[in-house]
Nanobody, 124 residues
Framework: VQLQASGGGLVQPGDSLRLSCAASGRTISSYSIGWFRQAPGKEREYVAAIRRSSTYYKDPVKGRFTISRDNAKNSVYLQMNSLEPGDTGIYYC????????????????????WGQGTQVTVSS
């Protein structure tokens, strides 16, 4: 499967963005899909994941971010509301096995396919 992430941009604190992860080559619902981000000088960190009909979030984004999937468009989205400067980074979507257990969804090493990343900058 090939993944294409898009939708990033420069926004102010409190604004919203919706990131898209479009898949080609395989059906996106055949995978667990995770969103990760990497801030300058920091390691890549987990943000959210969707596995079948279940969704999971890192604590700091709970209530602000929503991950969803549109099977007809073969895409996964990350709706980000109430953005904060700490949300700044390059956002990547990744595909992994549907058999990933909950503790593995947080681990970028458990994902097999990665998109190219999209930059999100939150600054006043």
């Amino acid at each position: 499967v090939q993944l294409q992430a898009s939708g990033g941009g420069l926004v102010q604190p409190g604004d919203s963005l919706r990131l898209s992860c479009a898949a080609s080559g395989r059906t996106i619902s055949s995978y667990s899909i995770g969103w990760f981000r990497q801030a300058p000088g920091k390691e890549r960190e987990y943000v959210a994941a969707i596995r079948r009909s279940s969704t999971y979030y890192k604590d700091p984004v709970k209530g602000r971010f929503t991950i969803s999937r549109d099977n007809a468009k073969n895409s996964v989205y990350l709706q980000m509301n109430s953005l904060e400067p700490g949300d700044t980074g390059i956002y990547y979507c990744a595909a992994g096995s549907l058999t990933l257990i909950l503790s593995s969804l947080w681990n970028p090493d458990q994902y097999d396919y990665w998109g190219q990343g999209t930059q999100v900058t939150v600054s006043s």
